[in-house]
């Protein structure tokens, strides 16, 4: 089964970037990375992906390691808003569609 | 477009009763997949449909079970429910499969307790 390693919590201030690691050492060639982030009282919702190159969208941005071992996502200015749970993970044919525990961020002024 | 719907949003079963949770996906999605979330456990893979087929499943026990229908709305049922199936059941549907770079789009979940 495909797994994934995320710090339990991570805290950031409010217009500060922030950098929120995974280690997937299980990852096969074709495999994407996957992020995804659940607000209080709701079901995950899809952040950003991508497969070797670093990627970026209005949300934020992925950094993906040469060996494709671990990847990072970047929010440049967390907000309030930004406060969740993030969820990294990668899907392929070998692999199932798994979870870690995730990454609680919590934001302040 | 509608976003992906389960029913019912909240429900309370005692020990050795039954379930069955439903989810609509997305329209013209044909992957429905489902997820329980424990507190301290983060989200734990239960099994995934394509077109009526389960291709996943995860490390759960026998009593849960699903299927997929031909308009790609899924069941879950959990039997002989013990405390411990006491969790939010989150299903997520994709276009495609897994294996694919497509995204999961996750519905609102619903809270099972069991007493």
């Known amino acids: 089964d495909a797994k994934t390693t995320q710090p339990n919590s991570m805290e950031s201030n409010e217009e500060e970037p922030v950098h929120l690691p995974c280690n997937h050492s299980t990852i096969s060639g074709t495999d994407y990375i996957h992020w995804y982030r659940q607000l209080p009282s709701q079901g995950p919702e899809y952040v950003i992906h991508g497969l070797t190159s670093n990627v970026n969208n209005r949300m934020a941005s992925l950094a993906i390691a040469e060996d494709r071992k671990s990847s990072t996502l970047i929010l440049h200015r967390a907000t309030l808003r930004d406060a969740a749970v993030y969820y990294c993970n990668h899907t392929g044919t070998a692999s199932k569609l798994t979870f870690g525990t995730g990454t609680r961020l919590q934001v302040t002024l | 477009k509608a976003g992906v719907t389960q029913t019912p949003r909240y429900l309370i079963k005692t020990r050795g009763q039954q379930v069955t949770l439903s989810c609509s996906p997305i329209?013209?999605?044909?992957?429905v997949s489902w997820y329980q979330q424990t507190p301290g456990q983060g989200l734990q893979f239960l099994f995934e449909?394509?077109?009526?087929?389960?291709?996943n499943k995860g490390n759960f026990p026998g009593r849960f079970s699903g299927r997929q229908f031909s308009n790609s709305r899924s069941e879950m049922n959990v039997s002989t429910l013990e405390l411990g199936d006491s969790a939010l059941y989150l299903c997520?549907?994709?276009?495609?499969?897994?294996?694919?770079?497509?995204?999961?789009?996750f519905g609102p979940g619903t809270r099972l307790l069991v007493l």
């Open positions: 997520a549907s994709m276009f495609g499969y897994s294996g694919t770079q497509e995204t999961q789009y």
């Open positions: 329209s013209g999605h044909r992957s």
């Open positions: 449909y394509f077109s009526e087929t389960q291709r």
